[in-house]
């Protein structure tokens, strides 16, 4: 069964910071990885999907790696704003016929960016 | 363009009362919907997912039921709430097996007392 650790759980840091947030998954048989931004009491934003065959994606300021042979992905946020606050989820799909597009999420890590 | 709706967006209801919550997509065919449930504290768990019209899969035992009456709606229901059932429900789409991105409706809150 597939599991998914994000580390840290929390991470607070004053603005303008570059910080990495990891991601971690048991099984590397996977469709793709992607990683989600949720605000407070609200669903889900879609920030980049990383295919199985790729190595990274990028999208602005953020930058997000794929290491699937070692079940390891990494979201890096360049020049951090208050603005970037929120909760970073990674979730996988699992390869195989029977995955259907079903996620398996981390807990996830809740950024604080203060001024 | 795609879009996806749920309602209610914040519900509160006693326990043993019955649940019902909707979401629909707009501007594609024939997607795959999935009900994900968030409790306090813990991370997202996959509830319902569905494949087609009345095609529904459930990933874990619990006291709610899922239904998909047309192509683009999708219904989480219970016939008795528990308190256990109180989180923030989340519905999401997709196309394919699993190449694609999943998009996610802005969420129920439903707390039980």
């Known amino acids: 069964k597939q599991e998914v650790t994000q580390i840290p759980a929390a991470l607070s840091v004053p603005e303008g910071e570059n910080l990495v947030l990891n991601c971690s998954f048991t099984?590397?048989?996977?469709?793709?990885l992607q990683w989600f931004r949720q605000d407070p009491g609200k669903g889900l934003t879609s920030l980049l999907l990383?295919?199985?065959?790729?190595r990274e994606q990028t999208s602005g300021r953020l930058n997000a790696s794929l290491d699937k042979s070692s079940g390891r992905s990494t979201l890096y946020i360049a020049a951090s704003q208050p603005g970037d606050s929120a909760t970073y989820l990674c979730?996988?799909?699992?390869?195989?016929?029977?995955?259907?597009?079903?996620?398996?999420f981390g807990q996830g890590t809740i950024l604080t960016v203060h001024p | 363009s795609q879009t996806i709706h749920q309602w209610p967006a914040t519900l509160v209801q006693p326990v043993g009362s019955p649940l019902s919550l909707e979401c629909t997509v707009e501007?594609?065919?024939?997607?795959?919907l999935y009900w994900y449930r968030q409790a306090a504290g813990r991370g997202l768990q996959l509830l319902f997912y569905?494949?087609?019209?009345?095609?529904i899969s459930s990933e874990v035992p619990q006291n709610l039921s899922a239904s998909r009456p047309q192509d683009r709606q999708f219904i989480l229901s219970s016939k008795k709430l528990l308190l256990s059932d109180s989180g923030f429900y989340l519905c999401?789409?997709?196309?394919?097996?699993?190449?694609?991105?999943?998009?996610f409706g802005a969420g129920s809150r439903l707390t039980v007392l």
């Open positions: 099984d590397s048989a996977i469709y793709n």
């Open positions: 979730a996988v799909i699992d390869a195989g016929g029977t995955s259907y597009g079903k996620l398996t």
């Open positions: 990383i295919q199985s065959s790729q």
């Open positions: 501007g594609t065919s024939n997607p795959n």
């Open positions: 569905s494949v087609g019209i009345g095609q």
């Open positions: 999401a789409w997709g196309i394919g097996v699993g190449a694609n991105v999943l998009t």
